[in-house]
């Protein structure tokens, strides 16, 4: 089979901040972030489809109306507060401070896992005009 591509893309809101940042965004503040996924691939299931946009688009669902945060001492009480006042499933935690790169890698890795038979283009959007990408 040759060469294909697909893509799809969503949006989410969420709040995040920087641990360590010297500036604005070590405080809490929140984005409308733009995920776009792109797959390449030649293999197709028995339906005759790469990845199922559907299942693409349910990386959404960890970040959507969530608080992204790096898990940190810094952030702990944060963590605390925010679980206690809206539930542990309002957080979304990364090993790395959750700027438009590292979640970018983030998506990367879990589709990677998800489906190791493709190559992905991943670009995150934190607002109208810039955006991290990153391929593997």
Known sequence: ???MKLKTEFEFDACHR???YDGECNH???HRWKVEIEVEGDKLDDIGMM???KELK???DYYDHKTI???CKENQDLVYTITKTCGINSLAMLHENPTAENIA???LTSCQLEWKDFKFKIR???????????EG
């Open 1 to 3: 089979m040759k060469k």
């Open 18 to 20: 920087l641990a360590g």
């Open 28 to 30: 809490l503040h929140g």
């Open 51 to 53: 990845i199922d946009f």
């Open 58 to 60: 349910k990386i959404k």
């Open 69 to 71: 945060l790096k898990v």
């Open 105 to 107: 890698i983030h998506i």
């Open 124 to 134: 995150v959007w934190e607002s109208p005009k810039s955006y991290a990408e990153v």
